[in-house]
């Protein structure tokens, strides 16, 4: 029997959802958003306790390292997951190119107004559906660090960045070695 530290925990709609809000108030600070409003608002919802320690370091921080900006607005292709997970949204964008950030925007409660109704509502996809998905975008993401490595053209047009992060956010909904959200390691 394995380690329990090692052992997969897949997280609930209502967990995906209060990260997918609290992954969308870091991306919209990191976007320029007052992140004094944000703090405030999500003390409100009673979402301030779903940041990570790097998102709190964030939020923290008068001027964010441009490495760290970069990475935070990166992080709309895991919300995409999270949210397509939660049936937020019909389907997974092709990884070949950056999602629409206005159907993220769409599929979100609008900034500072109840998140409950969006908790309420989220169903989690069928683990079956997930586990695929999961599976797939790990093929992708294992075809593409192959031909990175070779020195070869990524293939079938894929987005290294879309596909890392698309990983990202599906290791963490299925909850690949029990990891926290910081400490997502999406192996290939």
Known sequence: ??????????????????????????????????K????????????????????LTFFAEK???????FWMTWLVEAQVALLW???KLDALPQPTGKCNTVSVIA?????FEPTSHFIELAVLRD????????????????RVDQATRKGEAIPDGYDRDVIFFRHYGLCWVRGYCGQ?????????
């Open 1 to 34: 029997m394995g380690d329990d530290a090692t052992l997969d925990r897949p997280r609930t709609a209502e967990e995906i959802a209060r990260r997918a809000i609290a992954l969308h108030c870091t991306i919209a600070a990191a976007h320029g958003v007052s």
């Open 85 to 87: 997970s939660i049936g």
């Open 63 to 69: 001027r964010n390292p441009a490495k760290e900006v």
């Open 180 to 188: 926290p959200w910081d400490e997502v390691t999406p192996d290939t």
């Open 127 to 142: 683990r079956q559906q997930i586990e695929r998905e999961e599976a797939g975008i790990y093929d992708i993401h294992c």
């Open 107 to 111: 599929a979100m409660p609008g900034l």
């Open 36 to 55: 004094d409003d944000l703090v405030e608002w999500l003390k409100e919802e009673r979402l301030w306790d779903e940041l990570t320690p790097r998102e």
